[in-house]
């Protein structure tokens, strides 16, 4: 079955200290699709990033980084120098690739808090 | 512009009354996903559509409907039946980008049911 977990529920950071949120995945498939999501306070799920299982190489997208270990099933998201606009709660995803649709199992997500 | 579009962003309603809660796309996506977050649950799925005039029953479709009678518009209406409606509603569209479907999500209605 399919499951995504997220440790932590809750991180506070002061400004301009780097942050790693943890993301852990199940799937029996070998072909399968990773996403995070920010959701802001206003609410609206802005994509962030998507990987696919043969792809295995880290990421990094200005202060953004992602690394993904298909050997530990984790697929983590690091923010370098947060900044209080980093403050939302971050969603990881899965889903498989075989489906014509994308049902897409996500985690509890963890909320980040940016602290001035 | 293109994206998605929910209203109201906020909705009340008593306890024992129906509620559609409206999403709308101008994407041309064929795909359209209503989902229903609790805190500290993530996004659970109520219903999907691929294609106008078909949808499917997601994990937690018990208690809710949907129609799809235009690629555009994707409804979803919260029953009586469904014993803990409160809860953060968001609608999707995908498209297939690369190898895989991209998930764009609407700003979400939050529904309080007294």
């Known amino acids: 079955a399919q499951k995504v977990t997220q440790a932590q529920t809750e991180i506070s950071v002061v400004e301009k200290e780097d942050v790693t949120l943890d993301c852990v995945y199940e799937t029996r498939d070998t072909t399968y699709y990773l996403f995070w999501y920010k959701q802001p306070p206003s609410g609206e799920l802005v994509f962030l990033i998507r990987r696919n299982s043969f792809d295995e190489q880290n990421e990094i997208s200005g202060r953004y980084s992602w690394n993904f270990q298909k050997s530990t099933s984790s697929f983590n998201f690091t923010i370098t120098a947060s900044q209080v606009v980093d403050s939302a709660v971050y969603f990881c995803?899965?889903?498989?690739?075989?489906?014509?649709?994308?049902?897409?199992?996500f985690g509890p997500g963890t909320s980040l808090s940016v602290i001035p | 512009d293109g994206g998605i579009t929910q209203s109201p962003k906020y909705l009340f309603r008593k306890e024992g009354q129906n509620v559609t809660l409206s999403c709308e796309q101008n994407l041309n996506h064929d795909a359209m996903y209503w989902y229903r977050q609790d805190p500290g649950q993530g996004l659970r799925l109520i219903y999907y559509?691929?294609?106008?005039?078909?949808?499917q029953k997601g994990d937690i479709a018990e208690g809710y409907s949907v129609s799809r009678e235009k690629k555009e518009s994707f409804p979803l209406t919260v029953t009586s039946a469904q014993k803990n409606p409160t809860a953060f509603y968001l609608c999707?569209?995908?498209?297939?980008?690369?190898?895989?479907?991209?998930?764009?999500f609407g700003p979400g209605t939050r529904l309080t049911v007294t």
């Open positions: 559509s691929q294609i106008v005039n078909d949808f």
């Open positions: 995803a899965l889903s498989e690739a075989e489906t014509s649709y994308d049902k897409v199992i």
């Open positions: 999707a569209s995908s498209t297939f980008k690369g190898q895989s479907y991209e998930q764009y």
